[in-house]
Nanobody
Framework: QVQLVESGGGLVQAGASLRLSCAASARAFSNVVLAWFRRAGGKEREFVAA????????YYADSAKGRFTISRDNAKNTVYLQMNSLKPEDTAVYYC?????????????????WGQGTQVTASS
């Protein structure tokens, strides 16, 4: 069982940056994938980015490429999502998710662990 706690959301102007953090409960793990999803009002949860904990290989949705960076800190059991040049359409609740294994997936149903979410609002 992995527990995930997000932080770092907030209200910013369009064009600004935010860094989200996801702290994973202390457990020896190497074969997991941690990801960020988001859900805007009335829409389905959508994949943003994922990282393989063992290799550090990152994967991005097209909407995140070039603006968002996912990274991990092994010592802190924490994954980050650096978001630059935020747009109003990035406004959503952002969720951290985890799944056992080495291969990232982009559908929410394939993730077993979820955080409570953190609100990100980019105003125009």
């Amino acid at each position: 069982q992995v527990q995930l706690v997000e932080s770092g959301g907030g209200l910013v102007q369009a064009g600004a940056s935010l860094r989200l953090s996801c702290a994973a409960s202390a457990r020896a793990f190497s074969n997991v994938v941690l990801a960020w999803f988001r859900r805007a009002g009335g829409k389905e949860r959508e994949f943003v980015a994922a990282i393989s904990w063992r290799s550090g290989t990152a994967y991005y949705a097209d909407s995140a490429k070039g603006r968002f960076t996912i990274s991990r800190d092994n010592a802190k059991n924490t994954v980050y999502l650096q978001m630059n040049s935020l747009k109003p359409e990035d406004t959503a609740v952002y969720y951290c998710a985890g799944r056992d294994g080495l291969v990232p997936r982009t559908t929410p149903a394939e993730y077993d662990y979820w955080g409570q979410g953190t609100q990100v609002t980019a105003s125009s």
